[in-house]
């Protein structure tokens, strides 16, 4: 799905600037920017890589939710030593097998997408897409790596996924809080209640201001957390 300027119905879509892109992946900004805006190097123009799903007209360019998870699973890819063009092939080709515009992290990948690297890297010259990326089990392992934490609706694409494991209970889902980064249980975004505990001065203290339990609290702060020390490693 694509939303364009005169379309303002954003739930269940989830909205993204480039920033919180970066800081839910761990992938440079200019890295995102170069992969849904396209680059130039000489005179050879490189297009994007898919076309994200939001367009609010004013020259900006923000993610989905289904954006943010196909960046993960390029990220994989391309930290694995495949080329962006390799994965610009991948993505051609899955597109057309799968039938979903952004094609890697849907669930069908998983299975497909062995035959899909395969068909590349007879036509690449990416090492055989390294060794066709280092065989099958490690492919799989790469796939099922990235998209572990993941949840997927009845069409194979994702819906829901929990950045640190279902067991930590913080949930990103395009149809809750325009998808940030909440706690699953109160449906509290995490940033809001990381933020309070650090004006309250306790966990407890910001447990009472939002009347939620501590256990929510602690959680979010956690999470918030980690995200500024990987930021700053």
Known sequence: MHVASNDSHLVGIGLYTVAEASRLLDVRPS??????????????????????QIDLGDDKLYLGFRDLMEARVADAFMTWGLSHQSVRAAIVRARELIGDDHPLSTNRFKTDGKTIFMEVAAQEEDVRLIDLVRGQWTFREIVAQTLKHVDFGPDSAPIRWWPRGKAARIVIDPTRSFGQPIDADTSVP??????????????????????????AVRRAVEFESELIQRKAA
Request: aromatic share 10%.
């Open 31 to 52: 890295t995102l920017t170069r992969w849904l805006h396209g680059y130039k190097v000489g005179a050879t123009h490189y297009p994007a890589l898919w076309t994200p």
């Open 190 to 215: 995490a940033a809001a209640l990381a933020r309070a505990a650090e004006i309250e001065g306790s966990v407890e203290a910001a447990a009472r201001a939002w009347a939620v339990p501590v256990a």
